[in-house]
């Protein structure tokens, strides 16, 4: 459910490369919110910051990188 999951963007996260970025996205159950998936692009590479601004809607997840 869309209205129990929250999406974070972690545009300085080092995962792929210095400042590639990431988003995590969390679910609430039973009264705790737990996280359910860590989002990295395939696509990645230094300085992206995948994860500058992040948008959810129903069934969808929508992350912006800045430096793409």
């Avoid at 972690?10 to 210095?18: M, N």
């Avoid at 860590?38 to 994860?51: C, E, I, P, V």
Wanted: aromatic fraction near 14%; avoid cysteine; glycine fraction near 12%.
């Amino acid at each position: 459910m869309w209205d129990q999951t929250i999406v974070i963007g972690a545009y300085l996260d080092q995962s792929v490369g210095s400042k590639s970025g990431s988003a995590f996205v969390f679910n609430l159950s039973g009264g705790k919110w737990k996280q359910k998936q860590k989002l990295t692009s395939m696509l990645s590479s230094s300085a992206d910051y995948f994860g500058q601004d992040v948008a959810i809607f129903e069934n969808h997840i929508v992350v912006g990188a800045y430096g793409k």
